[in-house]
């Protein structure tokens, strides 16, 4: 792995040469908000942010996608496949626990045999140049509960972290590496940076304030599925969606068709699990009649069930669906309720 | 890549009205593209997702056999907006076909054994593809006894009313078939499927029963078997669930950590007893 040292006021500079070549996604001030976007000409990337709202999962799995174009030729129908070449792209600035939302979607839609040719086309084009958090920005942090840290390379193509008037620039995969040449003549990464990195690692973990027994729910999970525990936690819910809607890790979709005379779109929207119509037969069964085993399910499949299948939490700490629940629902509590049944 | 959600083109080549009410119809579909249709590998119990453009998809058990080339069959009631599309076509038309998916009725297992088929209404499909299959001059020998209970309500629900005829006259398969209620015309069983399994009393002696129908024939007939000594290991079923993906992505059809969709939607009692009840 390459490891070099970065002057902190060249690294707009470097953005801009990146953004010559490819697409370039970064954290953007929007009215009130951060949110990654396109960099178009003569918008700076913000190099000194907290988290954007919305999870950069967004660009491996958009919100919504066309999968497929059709056309009525006569008896027949002519198939196309969804909006065409994806470009080379570079995500800018994306935070750690972000960035390990990528490594827990490769595992569900990277599957040996059941694969999802969009996420994975995106996946393969995509650069993910990290920001390490120095100082964790939130106090709903708990990256640390859940197997990831402040600090974390996982899921990235190069990270950055901040000494102070320097970045140290790791180049941790050879797709991070095909970006070295935007860099320039860089001095080599020695003892003192690595020491000093560790020193911000250990510093950054040590401000994480928010704790969470997320790892030793998995047994009680195992056993309690019946638990009375389950009725008390989601009454207040709204089942507005928001909690999975913004979470980096959430996968579930929809596909729906649209037409308009002789031609179609087949397309896919996120969808979620925290609605009363998303297992509706139409017979009118529904395996998760009310709220209760919607809650459970969304516990359940991030704490439980991916566990199972892919051995990891289906969570990254970022907080947001703790922040943004409009009834202060929180995970954490939940969470923390279960260590105790 | 294989892109695994775009469909196949199929034509209609055959529709068959199956029932009195006119609300179970089998299609009959050929693959426009050869190579599509060399693809396209199942066995009896998989599903397919049938795409009506415009309208969308519904995930379908397929009801032909691999032992019969050429074509693929479903039968399907019209129930809501796909469906009821697909009940409006007409033989020549193009629609889509996605698959094969899911796992499928466990021939390995089933081989060498005998077999107890019991189905209840339109879900009779899939058994039915298992039982072209085994009673096939390829495949009939690797199968012990074979009998088959199959109800519906009336007479004039009976699905594949020609072909149960036709099994009828062989006697390499025991087939029982039955109405709850009769009419004047009716001339054969009257009597719930759980009801005639007692009568049938198949043994459960090196055997495996694969079932399929309403739940709630589901829940009166397993008492049956187990008092004929059938272990959970041999009673095999399958489960439906709303699905979309098809292929264990959309997160919809989980069972505990099972995608029916994938991991299914065929599942023995002893693997189902390992699963949440959210089904
Ligand atoms: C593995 C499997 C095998 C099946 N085999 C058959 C069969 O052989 N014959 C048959 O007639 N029916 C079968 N079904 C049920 C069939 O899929 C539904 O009746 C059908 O999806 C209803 O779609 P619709 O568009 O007509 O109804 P709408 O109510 O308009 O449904 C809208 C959408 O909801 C989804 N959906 C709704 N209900 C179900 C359901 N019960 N299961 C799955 N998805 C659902 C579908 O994606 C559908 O496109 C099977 C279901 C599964 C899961
Ligand atoms: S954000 Fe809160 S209210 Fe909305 S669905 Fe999630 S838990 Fe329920
Ligand atoms: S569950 Fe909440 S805290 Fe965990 S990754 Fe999703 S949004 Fe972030
Ligand atoms: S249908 Fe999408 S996960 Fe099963």
């Avoid at chain 1, 942010?49 to 056309?71: C, G, H, L, Q, V």
């Avoid at chain 1, 047994?219 to 019946?226: A, Q, R, S, V």
Wanted: a neutral charge; one cysteine or more.
């Amino acid at each position: 792995m390459e490891k070099r040292v970065l002057k902190k006021d060249k690294l707009a500079a470097i953005i801009k040469n990146v953004s010559r070549d490819m697409l370039v996604y970064a954290p953007v001030k929007e009215e009130d908000n951060v949110l990654f976007m396109a960099l178009k000409e003569g918008r700076e990337p913000l190099l000194n942010f907290s988290n954007s709202r919305n999870a950069p999962k967004t660009f491996f799995f958009p919100r919504t996608e066309i999968m497929m174009k059709y056309t009525r030729t006569g008896k027949g129908m002519e198939l196309s496949k969804g909006e065409g070449e994806v470009r080379e792209t570079a995500l800018f600035g994306v935070r750690p626990c972000d960035a390990r939302s990528f490594a827990l979607l490769d595992k569900l839609f990277d599957q040996d045999k059941y694969k999802d040719p969009y996420y994975i086309a995106r996946r393969e084009k995509t650069t993910v140049i990290s920001m390490a958090c120095a100082h964790p920005p939130y106090s709903t942090c708990f990256c640390t509960s859940v197997d990831g840290s402040p600090t974390s390379g996982e899921g990235a193509d190069i990270l950055l972290t901040d000494m102070g008037d320097n970045y140290l620039v790791e180049f941790i995969t050879p797709r991070g590496e095909k970006l070295l040449k935007y860099f320039g003549d860089l001095p080599k990464a020695g003892e003192a940076e690595e020491t000093l990195k560790k020193e911000i690692a250990e510093r950054a973990e040590k401000e994480i304030r928010s704790h969470i027994p997320a790892k030793d729910i998995k047994p009680i999970l195992d056993n309690n599925f019946e638990h009375p525990f389950w009725e008390t936690i989601h009454r207040k819910c709204l089942a507005c969606g928001t909690c999975t809607y913004l979470c980096p890790t959430c996968h579930c979709f929809d596909i729906s068709d649209e037409a308009k005379g002789n031609d179609g779109i087949r397309i896919r929207n996120w969808d979620s699990c925290m609605y009363p119509l998303f297992t509706l037969e139409t017979s009118g069964h529904n395996p998760r009649p009310t709220q209760k085993e919607r809650w459970r399910q969304r516990v359940m499949h991030k704490f439980k069930y991916y566990v199972d299948n892919f051995g990891a939490i289906s969570c990254v700490g970022c907080g947001r669906c703790v922040m943004y629940c409009p009834v202060n629902l929180d995970i954490r509590k939940i969470v923390e309720d279960i260590a105790k049944l | 890549m294989l892109n695994p959600y775009i469909p196949m083109p199929v034509e209609v080549i055959k529709i068959v009205t199956e029932v009195d009410t006119k609300d179970i119809k089998t299609f009959r579909l050929a693959f426009v593209n050869r190579e599509d249709e060399a693809n396209f590998q199942y066995l009896p119990g998989q599903f397919a997702e049938l795409s009506i453009f415009g309208k969308g998809e519904v995930p379908i058990g397929i009801a032909s056999s691999p032992t019969q080339p050429g074509y693929l069959e479903f039968t399907v009631q019209k129930a809501g907006v796909v469906t009821s599309t697909l009940h409006d076509l007409e033989v020549g038309t193009h629609i889509g076909v996605r698959g094969s998916m899911g796992n499928s009725w466990p021939i390995d297992y089933l081989e060498g054994k005998n077999i107890v088929v019991v189905g209840g209404g339109f879900a009779f499909t899939t058994l039915r593809s298992l039982i072209v299959y085994m009673i096939h001059e390829d495949n009939r020998s690797r199968f012990g006894n074979i009998t088959v209970v199959y109800g519906a309500r009336t007479p004039g629900l009976l699905i594949y009313k020609d072909e149960l005829a036709a099994w009828e006259a062989r006697d390499d398969i025991n087939l029982h078939v039955t109405v709850d209620k009769g009419d004047e015309s009716w001339k054969g069983r009257e009597g719930f499927v759980p009801t005639v399994c007692k009568e049938v009393a198949p043994s459960s002696e090196n055997a495996v029963t694969v079932i399929c129908g309403p739940p709630i024939m589901i829940r009166f007939t397993l008492p049956v078997f187990f008092d004929l000594g059938f272990s959970k290991e041999n009673i095999i079923t399958s489960l439906e669930m709303r699905m979309k993906c098809g292929i264990g992505k959309c997160g919809r059809c989980n069972v505990g950590n099972k995608y029916v969709c994938k991991d299914g939607p065929v599942f023995s009692l002893a693997e189902l007893d390992k699963l949440t009840k959210e089904y």
